[in-house]
C-alpha cells in the first residue's frame, strides 16, 4: 500500500515519477466508481479545492468531512475514524493539526486504505510538489532536474511548509538557504528533516533576511501566524518584523528572481502587495499546481495496482 504522508518517504524514483506523473495529459480515469475521503481538521481554500478537482479529473468522486463533523479524538478516536472510512474508501486525504495521526490511522486500518497528507503540524508534502512544479516549469521547460543548481531563500517562520520544500528541493540538488530569527529557524530531527539530506543541495541558515537573500534565484515565505498560533499573533509580528518580503528585499536577489507563497497571505505583514502581485511573483501558478500535484499523487498510488 502506498501513502504520500511526507517527501522523506518517498524515493527520488518515485518523486520524478510523481512529478511527471503530475503534469502528463490527463486522459485517463484511475479513479472512475471509486470515491476519496478528504477529512479537514483545519481550513482550507486552496488544498481543497485542488484535492476535488483531481480526483474529479481522473473520473473519481469526493466526500469532504470537517472537523465538526469528524471530530478526531473529541467525537471519536483517531483508530475508529480510521476503521470506519477504511471500510468505505481506498484512499483518504487528511489535513491534520497532529502529524501522528497517520501511524494510528495505518495501523488501525490494517494499511489498507491509502493516505495523503494534505497538511499536519509537521509536513506540507503536497504543496512542495506543486512548488517544485512551479520553479521547474518557470526555470527548466517542465525538467525538475534542470533547476540542480539553484538557490532558493525561504524567509520568515521556519515551519512544516518550509521542512517539505527544504527535503524536496535539497534532494533535487537545489541550494535553500533559510532566513528566519532565533526561535523560528529550521530545527533538526523528526520526520521531513532538510538536515538529513546527503548528496543533493546545500542548506544553510541565516539570522537575517538580507544575508538568506543575497543571489538566490527564488523568494519564498509564509504567514507569520499560522492556524493555532493566533494567541501569539502579536509577539510573533513583532519578532518577525525584519523579514517581510518587499520591493527593496527583492533588489538583494538576482534579478530574474520570482517569488512564492504557499497562501493565504497576510499583505502588509509577511509580504507586501507590490510584491505578491508583481510580474516576479508566481503566486497563482503554485494554486494551479497544487492540482497537478494532487494528480500526480493520486496517479502514483494508483499505479502501483
Known sequence: MRHFITIEDVSDDDLVTIYSLATAPIDDELLRGQGVALVFELASLRTRAS?????????????????HEVGIDQRESAEDVGRTLCALYALCGMRVRNHGIFTRIRAASDDQMALINLLSNLAHPTQAVADVLTLAEHFADGDVKGLRGRTLAYVGDATNVTRSLAVALLRLGVNVNVGAPEGYQLQPGGVEDPYAIAGGGTLRLFDN??????????????????????????????????FQVNAELLTLAQAHAVVLHCLPAHRGEEITDDVLDSARSLVWRQVFHRRSAMVGVLRWIKEEE
Open 51 to 67: 484535492s476535488a478537482t483531481a480526483v474529479h479529473d481522473l473520473g473519481g468522486t469526493s466526500t469532504f468531512f470537517t472537523d
Open 209 to 242: 533576511a538580507a544575508d538568506a537573500v543575497r543571489g538566490v534565484d527564488t523568494v519564498y515565505t509564509d504567514t507569520w501566524v499560522s492556524m493555532g498560533a493566533e494567541a501569539s499573533a502579536e509577539k510573533r509580528r513583532q519578532d518577525l518584523a525584519h
